[in-house]
């Protein structure tokens, strides 16, 4: 049994929630500037100009690279060896976004859904735990945007629908949102499992690297399939046409109920801001 | 496409030249509102009160800046989602309202406005909020300090990098969706 003290958890959390705002992962600026040298439109090449030189002041001034630093989303893998001490796990979580969206000064955007009240501190983050074998750690943190996450959707398919329904859904709805989430996006689908379900694993796609294969090479084929169609769609960065409206897609598939066909879409912004650490 | 240089606040003569696409460089005070703001001013203007600010010849910029960090008159401010400001922008452009600035498409109702009163909506640049801070050289809260990053500021802007999406005359700069090209059509 290993222990981890929610202090050093604290740290950690509080750390990544200012690094992962202010500095775009390394996967997106090569994806962006093989979009920019592929590109032909002046308007296009001329967004993907301005998402680079914002990304070098962000991380020279400590900006954040957006506004919208985003709800504070954790997944959590938690190893069956490790015992938490000092506190409770999911406290020292939601500790470590209130110290690190405060002392970075990032914005605060969580609120009262029908009054509107803001929480004032960033909290509470939306966590999703997983047990693992192990004696780890494993927290990753996304900074979920408003403008991209409006633009998600869940749906339930008939069965009969299979691929090409998913497919069409997909695609339509990148093709709905146009403009709205900020193209080239990264879009996460989940496949399967249940009307939450879907949801959740659709986010959990967006943690992998935009450069990276999936392991399954049917899936990794569908996943190229969507890409390229949306490519298609001519929407381009910020909707001002163009061939880059998807950085990536990221497909996760799981078993359903056999009268189900669930699906859902997560919409994420260019930046796509995230980090994980391993304690 | 042209290139202008404009200054705030803004007339009629300015505002009928522009064409979707053309790229505006704007100077002087502009405004930050968004959901919340949007709804106080609506309400203020159903009381028959006075706004925190003069609607004519003005531009609104749809944000929601972060903290400024010590130094720097405000943090990272890009644009918002528009089309969440759409149930008021007829009525404030009616008004006198000149601009509105953000990112994404418009409804129906709010182009039409943009027509029947000579306005504008300009799009920035989407997730360039550190970028975008750098135009931005003064910035005070002016109304509805209790919304935190919805208050209304008043912020003065020096060749504040815009693009024509909606003109006055009906022009759209938006890419349409090929459907049928992705083949889902």
């Known amino acids: 049994m290993r222990t981890i003290q929610t202090s050093e958890i604290i740290d950690a959390v509080a750390k990544m929630c200012v690094s992962a705002n202010t500095e775009l992962p390394a996967d997106v600026r090569s994806k962006l500037e093989k979009a920019m040298a592929e590109e032909t439109s002046p308007s296009a090449k001329e967004v993907l100009r301005q998402l680079l030189e914002n990304a070098d002041l962000a991380h020279n001034t400590k900006l954040p690279l957006c506004q919208d630093t985003g709800l504070a989303v954790f997944f959590v893998e938690v190893g069956d060896d490790v015992r938490i001490e000092g506190g409770n796990l999911r406290e020292a979580i939601n500790e470590g976004t209130r110290r690190g969206y405060k002392d970075g000064f990032l914005r605060k955007s969580a609120c009262d859904p029908l009054s509107r009240a803001n929480t004032g501190d960033g909290t509470p983050a939306i966590i999703h735990f997983d047990f693992v074998p192990g004696d780890k750690l494993k927290i990753s943190f996304m900074a979920k945007g408003g403008g991209a996450e409006n633009m998600s959707r869940v749906t339930m398919l008939a069965p009969a629908q299979g691929w090409e329904g998913i497919k069409k859904f997909v695609v339509n709805r990148v093709a709905e949102a146009g403009p709205n989430p900020c193209p080239p996006t990264v879009i996460g689908v989940g496949i399967g499992g249940t009307f939450e379900h879907a949801a959740k694993i659709a986010k959990r796609g967006l943690l992998r690297k935009l450069d990276d294969t999936h392991p399954d090479p049917d899936i990794a084929a569908k996943e190229k399939e969507l890409v390229d169609a949306i490519n298609a769609l001519g929407i381009g960065p910020m909707g001002l046409g163009g061939k880059t409206t998807v950085l990536g897609v990221k497909i996760t598939m799981e078993p359903c109920h056999l009268a189900s066909l669930p699906l859902a879409v997560n919409v994420q912004c260019h930046s796509q801001r995230h980090e994980e650490v391993e304690l | ?185």
């Open chain 2, 1 to 185: 496409m042209a290139e202008y240089k404009l200054n705030t606040p803004l007339t009629d003569e300015d505002i009928a030249q522009l064409k979707a696409g053309d790229v505006v460089f704007l100077t002087g005070t502009i405004y930050s509102a968004r959901d919340a703001a949007h709804k106080k001013l609506v309400d203020l203007l159903d009381a028959g009160k006075e706004l925190p600010f003069k609607l004519e010849g003005a531009a609104i910029y749809y944000v929601g800046p972060s903290p400024a960090p010590p130094g720097r008159p405000i943090g990272a401010a890009g644009p918002t989602t528009s089309y969440r400001m759409d149930s008021y922008a007829p009525r404030l452009y009616s008004l006198g309202l000149k601009a509105t600035i953000g990112k994404g498409k418009r409804d129906a109702a709010t182009r039409q406005a943009m027509q029947d009163y000579t306005a504008v909506y300009f799009g920035a640049t989407g997730g360039a909020g550190a970028l975008l801070s750098n135009s931005i050289v003064e910035s005070n809260v002016i109304a509805f300090d209790e919304l935190g990053p919805e208050a209304i500021r008043e912020m003065k802007v020096e060749d504040f990098p815009l693009l024509v999406i909606n003109d006055s005359h009906g022009g759209e700069l938006y890419a349409v969706p090929d459907r049928k090209a992705a083949g889902i059509e």
